[in-house]
């Protein structure tokens, strides 16, 4: 079994999937995690939980001064955030004061042991102390259930389960003495496990079932196209014929109405919507105003949209655009504007940039504030 088929079978197994702070914190870890094995949770219909405490130590780790933390939980977030359909958060309603002083490890082994009795439970850290605690759960005697489970990420973006404070690479079946009792002891419920071997034998093979079932598909439409061949290429090239005729009447029509002249003017059009990349210089004079605009807000101001506003901050040098597609103040563009915590009505939060309005005579040209000021677009 390659890592691959292991972890599927790991997320199988369990019904409530938690992660931790220091496991989100491994940002790179966390981005091939989510790459390798996003189609899997999905597959099975399972969301990781980031519960309320964690959510706000990300959040703490976001305004905090260490900018290593800083750009850890960033990314982190944004990585959550892009992943919605497999990450479930439960920060509704957080207050600031819950920032501050949250402690996620006390209130994530008080939810594992809350439901305990009712659900098959994982748990994903990197701390070797929470996953001690965790695993210690099991051995409770006044609250007995179902075993906790504890996975560490690893740096390929795989899952390893922790048994015990060791490690293991493969999903060990029990002990082959334990087996024998339970098959004594439970001799006559034997139809029940049947079901349950059966259903994980089928968890494990989906994939080569549904590839025979594929191969099957292909072979009977290889058939049916072999038989039925002679009556595709002929109509296939009935329908090339049928194009060619109208794209050369097409092409007649136009050179006939004076299509030569229209390509110069096209070429002349699309030399002047390449704004070249350079590098701003500030003038001297340059002051702030004080009034913050986001970017929709600054294409309103100009009659244009924002997309082409970033278009220009970007090419201008003043910010770039991460891989998340989330812009980032660059040197020259720290000072001209706030980056904006804010959260919509439904709880979804977010990081916008506002800009200051006196970056606009550093956007567009002379030229084109005069048009704008005289009531024309840009």
Same mark, same amino acid.
């Given at each position: 079994?390659?890592?691959?088929?292991?972890?599927?079978?790991?997320?199988?197994?369990?019904?409530?999937? $938690?992660?931790?702070?220091?496991?989100?914190?491994?940002? +790179?870890?966390?981005?091939?995690?989510? #790459?390798?094995?996003?189609?899997?949770?999905?597959?099975?219909?399972?969301?990781?939980?980031?519960?309320?405490?964690?959510?706000?130590?990300?959040?703490?780790?976001?305004?905090?001064?260490?900018?290593?933390?800083?750009? &850890?939980?960033?990314?982190?977030?944004?990585?959550?955030?892009?992943?919605?359909?497999?990450?479930?958060?439960?920060?509704?309603?957080?207050?600031? +004061? #819950?920032?501050?002083?949250?402690?996620?490890?006390?209130?994530?082994?008080?939810?594992?042991?809350?439901?305990?009795?009712?659900?098959?439970?994982?748990?994903?850290? =990197?701390?070797?102390?929470?996953? =001690?605690?965790?695993?210690?759960?099991?051995?409770?005697?006044?609250?007995?259930?179902?075993?906790?489970?504890?996975?560490? @990420?690893?740096?390929?973006?795989?899952?390893?389960?922790?048994?015990?404070?060791?490690?293991?690479?493969?999903?060990?079946?029990?002990?082959?003495?334990?087996?024998?009792?339970?098959? %004594?002891?439970?001799?006559?419920?034997?139809?029940?496990?049947?079901?349950?071997?059966?259903?994980?034998?089928?968890?494990?093979?989906?994939?080569?079932?549904?590839?025979?079932?594929?191969?099957? @598909?292909?072979?009977?439409? !290889?058939?049916?196209?072999? /038989?039925?061949?002679?009556?595709?290429?002929?109509?296939?090239?009935?329908?090339? %014929?049928?194009?060619? %005729?109208?794209? $050369? *009447?097409?092409?007649?029509?136009?050179?006939?109405?004076?299509?030569?002249?229209?390509?110069?003017?096209?070429?002349?059009?699309?030399?002047?919507?390449?704004?070249?990349?350079?590098?701003?210089?500030?003038?001297?004079?340059?002051?702030?105003? *004080?009034? @913050?605009?986001?970017?929709?807000?600054? !294409?309103?101001?100009? @009659?244009?949209?924002?997309? #082409?506003?970033?278009? /220009?901050?970007?090419?201008?040098?003043?910010?770039?655009?991460?891989?998340?597609? +989330?812009?980032?103040?660059?040197?020259?563009?720290?000072?001209?504007? +706030?980056?904006?915590?804010?959260?919509?009505?439904?709880?979804?939060?977010?990081?916008?940039?506002?800009?200051?309005?006196?970056?606009?005579?550093?956007?567009?040209?002379?030229? #084109?504030?005069?048009?704008?000021? &005289?009531?024309?677009?840009?």
């Amino acid at each position: 079994m390659n890592n691959q088929e292991y972890v599927k079978c790991l997320l199988a197994r369990y019904d409530l999937i $938690t992660i931790d702070t220091s496991a989100l914190m491994n940002d +790179e870890n966390l981005q091939r995690f989510v #790459e390798n094995h996003e189609e899997t949770l999905l597959e099975y219909g399972k969301k990781i939980l980031v519960n309320r405490s964690v959510w706000a130590e990300l959040l703490h780790m976001y305004n905090c001064g260490d900018e290593e933390k800083q750009e &850890k939980a960033t990314k982190a977030i944004c990585i959550i955030n892009m992943h919605r359909n497999i990450f479930l958060i439960d920060g509704r309603g957080i207050r600031t +004061e #819950e920032i501050w002083t949250a402690l996620a490890d006390k209130d994530i082994l008080s939810d594992l042991t809350k439901n305990i009795t009712q659900h098959n439970q994982l748990l994903i850290t =990197n701390d070797d102390d929470l996953a =001690n605690d965790v695993l210690n759960l099991n051995n409770l005697k006044s609250c007995r259930g179902h075993r906790v489970a504890v996975c560490r @990420l690893q740096y390929s973006g795989d899952l390893v389960l922790l048994m015990s404070n060791k490690t293991i690479t493969a999903l060990s079946p029990e002990p082959q003495v334990r087996v024998r009792k339970v098959e %004594k002891s439970l001799y006559v419920s034997r139809p029940n496990e049947t079901n349950v071997s059966e259903e994980t034998w089928f968890e494990c093979n989906k994939k080569y079932i549904f590839g025979c079932g594929a191969m099957v @598909l292909v072979a009977v439409g !290889g058939f049916v196209v072999r /038989r039925n061949w002679k009556a595709i290429i002929s109509c296939f090239h009935g329908v090339r %014929k049928a194009a060619e %005729k109208v794209v $050369t *009447g097409n092409l007649v029509d136009k050179v006939a109405q004076g299509g030569k002249a229209m390509i110069p003017d096209r070429m002349n059009q699309i030399k002047q919507a390449v704004v070249p990349i350079c590098q701003t210089i500030i003038p001297s004079n340059f002051k702030l105003t *004080g009034n @913050l605009y986001t970017a929709r807000e600054l !294409g309103a101001k100009m @009659l244009c949209s924002a997309r #082409e506003i970033n278009r /220009r901050i970007i090419s201008r040098g003043l910010a770039e655009r991460l891989p998340s597609g +989330e812009l980032v103040f660059t040197e020259l563009g720290k000072g001209l504007g +706030e980056m904006k915590w804010k959260t919509t009505r439904y709880d979804y939060s977010f990081t916008n940039i506002e800009w200051d309005e006196a970056i606009l005579p550093l956007l567009f040209s002379a030229e #084109e504030l005069d048009r704008r000021h &005289k009531g024309g677009s840009v």
